[in-house]
């Protein structure tokens, strides 16, 4: 291979419905990763396919591509797999049929993220076509198949893998579909952190009419349940609303009405913002529960730390695009829910700007033919920026 212009056009919309076919459920892949990494090639990128796994957990493929090997590093980050898609009969079209109709991409992934990584696509290589491929700096692709799922075997992982290689990433922007209603709406520039508990309560069951022979898990449960949830933890912070707790499920499963229960089980969610970390969230809901007293048991499942890239030149970078497209100034946000930027953040700076995000996760899962050529043009002229002759 040469380092001569190649004029290779890839239409984002056929790319979406393409990986759209491959029912990426997580974890699975069904050769999505694989399809995306074969035309990242013909472009010159060198892909690096990685499979990562551990006791307990499903493997899961995850992709690493670069096109350049020095300059700054400009990283497209997302996710190639989706959640499933429900009752199928509810669909209109089927959810990996990959229907495009006149003016509309159908399926699940459409939004949440496949459209994005083919805009990806679309803007590098448009760019690699107008720059040619020794363009004084790199292009990666940052992949993974596991952001729906656990999050254990996917980006996390794949950043410490392309870390003891040495690559470095300068700046990463994550395909999210991060606008609320139109192209232009919406960058993140962080994410609230999550952590969920499960609370149980251990008493002595008996017979309601016998109460002083028993000691009601449920009654303890709901003291505790209420020191969690009725006092706010706190006011927000410059970006960011306030950390939000949700309880999820009260599981007591008493199928009589006349005994006392002897366990009482609930679940409980907290997305907070920047002033916590996880570990200062935990100290709050243990002294929370404490003020209560009685025993209990806690375990949690960590999801990740609360991040915040400032707004900062990135920030400003892919505003500049946005507005050069769509000719609306996007706010800078730290709503919704968690994001693998919880991970990249470390690395560099990181921001996330994709597709519309009304139908994600939804039936009939669609987004607009307009849209993927606006955010194309957005990406490419996030490269031209980034990548901006002086
Ligand atoms: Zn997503």
Known sequence: MTAARHNQPIDPVSLAAEL????????????????????????????????????GTAPVLNLYARIGKSGRNFCFAGHMDVVPPGNLEAWTAGPFAGTVTADTLHGRGAA????????????????????????????????TGDEEGPRINGTKKLLEWAARRGETLDACVIGEPTNVQALGDMIKIGRRGNIYGYITVEGVQGHTAYPHLADNAAHRLLALLHALATAPIDQGTEHFQPSNLQIATIDIGNPVDNVIPGTARATFNIRFNDRWTTATIKDWIKSRLDSVGGGYTLRYRESCDAFLTPPGALSTLLSQAAKRVTGRTPELSTAGGASDGCFIHRYCETAEFGLVGLTQHKVDEHVALADMAALTDIYATALDLYFAVS
């Open 112 to 143: 949440d993220m496949k459209g994005a990584i083919a805009c990806f696509a679309a803007a590098s290589a448009r760019f690699l076509a107008a720059r040619g491929r020794d363009f004084g700096g790199s292009i990666s692709f940052l992949i």
């Open 20 to 55: 759209i076919r491959h029912p990426s459920v997580t974890p699975k892949d069904e050769g999505a990763i694989p399809h995306l990494a074969a035309v990242l090639e013909r472009l010159g990128f060198a892909c690096d396919l990685q499979e990562f796994t551990e006791a």
